[in-house]
């Protein structure tokens, strides 16, 4: 069964750092892109970061752009969002999501996505 | 800034169909966008329903369907049922960016 496990949400002050983790199982870690995504509370969707699956193509959204850091470990099966200078604004679920298909475009989408985790921004 | 309409809500009732639109504020949305959609339920992380306009995964119910449809992307759902109630979100691809558009919640009365 193919599973997206994420971790590492908590409180922190503005200015602060907070370091998300997603551990998949059940499937060829390697081999699909990954995504994180946020949603702040009572709001809709947006696309945080993307990486390939070999860690060599990254993106991010302006919004987040110098301040969070996606990167990826295939040998322990796990996702990493690491988010500095963290602001008020970036209050939110974050969930990480597989890709479409295995050696898939990262335009194609998302298919499997885990629970979320929540990160809270404040003082 | 790139903007992607949903009509905002919608209702139908069990047993009904009903079609949510994607609008892309750069113009018609054509499969070059790669259009995706998902649902959403109240405490749930979203649910992939359809990708690449009309592609459904596995798990996708065979009453959701895809399609283009004057110029917008289109999520078009049969014989509607009640557990089908939920937040809809589309996701458009951009030339490196991927945006989803606000949502449109479905209700099912």
């Known amino acids: 069964e193919v599973q997206l496990v994420e971790s590492g949400g908590g409180l922190v002050q503005p200015g602060g750092s907070l370091r998300l983790s997603c551990a998949v199982s059940?499937?060829?870690?390697?081999?699909?892109?990954m995504h994180w995504v946020r949603q702040a509370p009572g709001k809709g969707l947006l696309c945080v970061s993307r990486?390939?699956?070999?860690?060599?193509?990254?993106s991010y959204a302006d919004s987040v752009k110098g301040r969070f850091t996606i990167s990826r470990d295939n040998a322990k099966n796990t996702l990493y969002l690491q988010m500095n200078s963290l602001r008020a604004e970036d209050t939110a679920v974050f969930y990480c999501?597989?890709?479409?298909?295995?050696?898939?475009?990262?335009?194609?989408?998302?298919?499997?996505w885990g629970q979320g985790t929540t990160v809270t921004v404040s003082s | 800034q790139t903007v992607v309409t949903q009509e905002p809500s919608l209702t139908v009732s069990p047993g009904g169909t009903v079609t949510l639109t994607c609008a892309s504020s750069?113009?018609?949305?054509?499969?070059?966008?790669?259009p995706n959609w998902f649902q959403q339920k109240p405490g749930q992380a979203p649910r992939a329903l359809i990708y690449?306009?009309?592609n459904k995964h596995s798990w996708t119910p065979a009453r959701f369907s895809g399609s283009l449809l004057g110029g917008k992307a289109a999520l078009t759902l049969s014989a509607v049922q009640p557990e089908d109630e939920a937040e809809y979100y589309c996701?458009?691809?951009?030339?490196?960016?991927?945006?989803f558009g606000g949502g449109t919640k479905l209700t099912v009365l």
């Open positions: 690449s306009t009309s």
């Open positions: 999501a597989r890709g479409v298909g295995a050696w898939g475009r990262y335009y194609d989408g998302m298919d499997v």
């Open positions: 750069t113009g018609a949305v054509t499969s070059g966008y790669y």
């Open positions: 059940g499937f060829t870690f390697n081999s699909y892109w």
């Open positions: 996701l458009l691809y951009y030339g490196g960016a991927q945006v």
């Open positions: 990486i390939d699956g070999d860690g060599s193509s990254l």
